[in-house]
């Protein structure tokens, strides 16, 4: 059965730094990986999809990418900022991982 | 326009007592999903129709029973509520046979006191 793990669970970085969440997953088997990020209180806002013939997706300042063969994908979030604290989900074929959550200080 | 809307927002009842969330897509999807947010955040997933056909039933007490009146709508029926019921109740859906893309509604933050 699918399991789907993020490492860290919390994240605290200052404004302007580059960061990566991780997400791996035991069955490699996949159809596509989804991001979503999380605000309290609030439902899942889609960030990025990755199809499993695809290796990354970009929008704006988030990159993700996918290696199958390894379990793993990335979400890449250039400068960031205070606006970008929320909960970082990740999906594989319908299971979650536990989330990161990321703290973003001014 | 909203595209995955749940309905309440907000439900609290006492234990014993049955309740029911509903769930609406405008996107033109068939395939819809209700999930579950404990206390830790975790989201785990409970049921998926398709074409109002159950596809997915994990393990969930049968006081739980979906209803899928039509491809737009799901509703989640709850019965003899529990303490441990209380969570946040999400309704998603996506395209079958396309990238599968999940859109969530805002959720239904569930209290059984």
């Known amino acids: 059965k699918q399991e789907v793990t993020q490492i860290p669970a919390a994240l605290s970085v200052p404004e302007g730094e580059n960061l990566v969440l991780n997400c791996s997953f035991t069955?490699?088997?996949?159809?596509?990986l989804q991001w979503f990020r999380q605000d309290p209180g609030k439902g899942l806002t889609s960030l990025l999809l990755i199809q499993s013939s695809q290796r990354e997706q970009t929008s704006g300042r988030l990159n993700a990418s996918l290696d199958k063969s390894s379990g793993r994908s990335t979400l890449y979030i250039a400068a960031s900022q205070p606006g970008d604290s929320a909960t970082y989900l990740c999906?594989?074929?319908?299971?979650f991982g536990q989330g990161t959550e990321l703290s973003v200080k001014p | 326009d909203t595209a995955v809307s749940q309905t309440p927002k907000y439900l609290v009842t006492q234990m014993g007592n049955d309740k029911s969330i509903k769930c609406e897509q405008n996107l033109g999807h068939d395939t819809m999903y209700w999930y579950k947010q404990d206390s830790k955040k975790f989201l785990k997933i409970m049921f998926s129709?398709?074409?109002?056909?159950?596809?997915i039933n994990e393990t969930v007490p049968n006081r739980f029973s979906p209803k899928s009146p039509d491809k737009a709508h799901l509703n989640l029926h709850i019965n003899s509520l529990e303490l441990g019921d209380s969570a946040v109740y999400f309704c998603a859906s996506s395209l079958s046979g396309q990238n599968e893309k999940l859109f969530f509604g805002s959720g239904t933050q569930l209290s059984v006191l």
């Open positions: 069955d490699s088997a996949i159809y596509n």
């Open positions: 999906a594989v074929r319908l299971i």
């Open positions: 129709y398709n074409n109002k056909e159950l596809i």
